[in-house]
């Protein structure tokens, strides 16, 4: 019988899930769908919890009454408070995922025409991210990776509410995205977007915005940049040029100056700012790599 429910509830959270996606994407147009995507993810957010409590092997501890194929839950307030209770950190917190209740009983319930609010439109993307950061963490299942395709780095309330989630609950480095301009690439170590990666790989950027990855030594390395001295210099390692050189970018003042490689050290640097050599047709990005190269 707890198979059947979880599969079930998985089934339903889904697809509310998906709906909450689509709508989000209407409110850019119409923000008459807000009222709308605030009660469809109140109810993804509850049938998620549910699941993820039978999924947990706790189905007792969150209904009232189980007879035969009969399952009585409790008030979705209850299984919050279950929830917060057992967990001494999550990717979401109690009073952001009430309110998104609240303003549902106050939609349905009351019959209030909710207008757009810029908290309540965080709440809804924060909201998002807790499901995933909890289906990912505790089974290492990836919620986010089926919407990757969805242009979402223009939705303004899509780009305010990613990046109150990562100010509010990821800490460390912080890059402006390469692909859709937002401030909203963090380190893999934080969080993932794909099924069964661990949370470890601190060389692995992800941007949770528009979901596009950077695998630092692999496609790219990053550097100081000569202009701002932040270091968010990407290097296109992947795609080298004439003269030992390759395309670079900054992602914070957005300077974008060919660097060049050592042919000695093989370290990335800036020509413009180093007093690099030419010798025996190749570049050393100091006198004292020259002397080294030459010694062999």
């Not at 209770?85 to 009073?95: A, E, L, R, V």
């Not at 990562?166 to 099924?195: A, P, S």
Request: with cysteine.
């Amino acid at each position: 019988m707890e198979e059947k429910i979880q599969e079930e509830l998985y089934e339903s959270f889904n697809s509310f899930l998906k709906f909450t996606f689509e709508l989000i994407e209407q409110v850019k147009q119409d923000k008459e769908y807000f009222k709308f995507a605030v009660v469809n993810m109140q109810i993804a957010l509850e049938l998620f919890s549910k699941y993820y409590f039978t999924r947990m092997g706790k189905l007792e501890a969150i209904t009232k009454k189980i007879n035969g194929d009969s399952v009585i839950f409790k008030d979705f307030s209850q299984v919050l408070n279950f929830f917060f209770n057992s967990h001494h950190w999550s990717y979401g917190t109690k009073k952001e995922l009430k309110y998104i209740l609240e303003l549902r009983n106050a939609i349905v319930h009351k019959g209030s025409n909710t207008h757009f609010d810029d908290d309540a439109a965080n709440f809804i993307i924060k909201s998002i991210f807790f499901m995933h950061g909890t289906m990912y963490s505790q089974f290492g299942e990836s919620l986010l990776k089926s919407f990757r395709g969805l242009d979402l780095k223009t939705n303004k309330m899509w780009v305010q509410g990613v990046n109150q989630f990562i100010d509010d609950h990821i800490r460390g480095d912080r890059w402006v995205c390469l692909d859709c301009e937002n401030y909203t690439m963090v380190t893999k170590e934080f969080i993932e977007v794909e099924d069964n990666t661990p949370f470890t790989d601190i060389d692995e950027l992800v941007c949770l915005c528009c979901f596009s990855e950077l695998l630092i030594g692999t496609d790219c390395t990053l550097i100081d940049c000569y202009k701002c001295y932040e270091n968010s210099y990407f290097i296109n390692i992947l795609n080298p040029q004439r003269d030992q050189q390759y395309i670079g970018r900054c992602s914070e003042c957005d300077t974008s100056t060919l660097v060049r490689k050592c042919n000695e050290c093989e370290r990335y640097y800036h020509p413009y700012e180093s007093n690099d050599s030419f010798f025996n047709n190749s570049y050393f990005c100091s006198n004292e790599c020259l002397e080294i190269y030459k010694e062999y």
